[in-house]
């Protein structure tokens, strides 16, 4: 019996699969255990040597992992399907995608499988479990199958999370250019407005709003720019320095406790006494009214001589 509670375990770890490796390798398995399971309708065989619960919901997570197992011990989750485990930029999941060092590429009707032997350690992690490749090769990964500006946000959110950098992004797309290599040209692109050592965007956010005046021919501003206050020193999500113009990108004014608006009381007096312009965002503006910050941005650059 410990045999069959071992064996229930490991393949609910695994979306409610299993391999003939894997089970035989569970003290006490044997082929013959496996055939009784498969006779009482226990386990469905899905493919020679592999199998499936039976009764379990056929889930995206169940498809990953049985792609995993097609592909081998050293196959990991890729592509579309990596940047959907991500959550890159609310990517959502969709694509059965796997690279294997094996098996040639092909596409089945529910999995496409990328042969590559350029997959390096660093390349590798696991995210919920999967072995899934890592933030900064899917960002590469992703230039073949998404526009210029999708991957310039999924590149954002990235760094905003912490997961990658710039530099990071930059280093790799350069390292993997190879002629034929698709997607290289689209993280080129995408990485041009975005330069080694630009900072990290403050707040999701804040890239949107950058995003937005820019893309209404607003000048690009400094994002995070810092003011030196005396013992203090004040940073502002946007800046135009030259005309002495900001945006504060206010995403949760609401939370804020009384010492913080306190604190922000000052800091606003402390900008305007020195001659700074600071406008404000919020999502809800960006999200119902974005024309009416765009016009507003541009009044104040034009008062101060910048348009």
């Not at 975005?194 to 707040?203: F, H, L, M, N």
């Not at 206050?229 to 502002?236: A, D, K, P, V, W």
């Not at 005309?243 to 504060?248: F, I």
């Not at 010492?259 to 919020?282: F, I, K, N, P, Y």
């Amino acid at each position: 019996m410990a045999f069959f509670g071992d064996l229930a375990a490991l393949a609910q770890r695994q979306h409610g699969t299993i391999t003939r490796a894997q089970a035989l390798a569970i003290e006490g398995g044997t082929d013959g255990q496996l055939a009784t399971l498969v006779r009482n309708g226990v386990l469905v065989r899905h493919l020679p040597g592999l199998y499936v619960v039976s009764g379990m919901p056929d889930t995206w997570h169940r498809r990953l992992q049985l792609a995993l197992h097609v592909g081998g011990p050293l196959a990991v989750v890729s592509h579309r399907a990596s940047a959907g485990l991500w959550r890159l930029d609310r990517y959502r999941p969709g694509r059965v995608e796997v690279l294997s060092p094996h098996l040639g590429a092909r596409t089945g009707d529910r999995a496409v499988v990328h042969r590559s032997i350029d997959l390096p350690e660093r390349d590798r992690e696991v995210v919920h479990g999967f072995p899934v490749t890592s933030v900064t090769r899917t960002l590469v990964d992703m230039g073949r199958y998404v526009g210029i500006d999708r991957l310039g946000k999924m590149i954002d959110d990235a760094v905003v999370r912490g997961l990658t950098s710039y530099e990071e992004v930059g280093q790799r797309a350069s390292e993997l250019s190879r002629s034929g290599r698709n997607g290289v040209v689209t993280v080129r692109e995408a990485m041009s407005t975005r330069p080694s050592g630009a900072p990290a965007p403050g707040s999701p956010l804040e890239v949107d709003v950058r995003r937005l005046l820019v893309d209404h021919g607003l000048p690009d501003p400094v994002p995070q720019f810092a003011i030196e206050c005396g013992e203090l020193t004040y940073q502002l999500d946007l800046a135009w320095p030259g005309p002495l113009v900001a945006v504060e990108c206010d995403g949760f004014r609401f939370h804020r406790t009384p010492e913080q608006l306190d604190w922000d009381d000052r800091r606003r007096t402390e900008l305007s006494l020195r001659g700074w312009m600071v406008l404000h965002a919020t999502w809800n503006l960006v999200r119902n009214d974005p024309m009416r910050l765009v016009a507003d941005v541009r009044r104040a650059l034009e008062s101060r001589g910048a348009l």
